[in-house]
């Protein structure tokens, strides 16, 4: 494989306070777009959602937004994507968009970005997609979590195998170069007993 159909993108409907965030979530959205890779994300226009699909839009990428009727006020729906799916819930969104997707980039964002990004580790974990899950560390924003992941394979809570189905790289070449080689891993989740 040397590109993918399609990525779904996990990022902030708040644009933060550091100006690499925006300029990179835009900068990815046209990497996306030169690569042929259409993105699958929440429908904002708003933040760093609305910097990634502005940025695919730049050069006419294909942009799909999966936003919960709830949120079509609060996240403001952008109006120039190529499709946009209003959905009834937030398990609904994240199903959706797993679906539809090849793989996942985490850019930076709060809470929601969290969910998303942990879900599908956890059905990845579990066996349900064998699919590359990739941050994209602007400035750093994810040293602190990358960190912890890593204690909790020390502390024996979290195969080692399984800490890598997360990949990180700083910049979008390398990580979308590295979800491409992804292979998902083979053992079960459970670290048992005896392997302590």
């Not at 990634?52 to 079509?72: C, E, H, N, Q, R």
Request: glycine share 10%; hydrophobic share 45%; charged share 20%.
């Amino acid at each position: 494989m040397n590109k993918f159909n399609a990525l779904s993108v996990f990022c902030g409907s708040s644009p933060g306070n550091d100006d690499a965030f925006y300029t990179e979530a835009f900068a990815a959205g046209r990497f996306l777009a030169l690569h042929g890779t259409n993105i699958i994300y929440g429908g904002a226009k708003v933040g760093l959602m609305g910097a990634v699909a502005d940025g695919s839009l730049s050069l006419d990428g294909k942009v799909t937004g999966v936003i919960p009727d709830f949120l079509m006020n609060k996240e403001i729906a952008h109006e120039g994507l190529s499709e946009l799916i209003v959905v009834k819930s937030m398990h609904e969104r994240k199903t959706i968009m797993n679906d539809l997707s090849d793989g996942a980039i985490v850019l930076p964002g709060g809470f929601g970005t969290m969910d998303e990004m942990f879900e599908l580790l956890t059905w990845g974990q579990l066996g349900l997609h064998k699919k590359p899950i990739g941050i994209l560390n602007t400035n750093g924003f994810y040293d602190h979590l990358i960190t912890f992941l890593d204690s909790m394979v020390e502390k024996n809570l979290l195969r080692l195998s399984n800490r890598e189905m997360l990949l990180s790289h700083n910049d979008i070449e390398s990580l979308y170069a590295a979800m491409l080689a992804y292979d998902a891993p083979l053992k079960a989740k459970w670290i048992k007993k005896e392997e302590i």
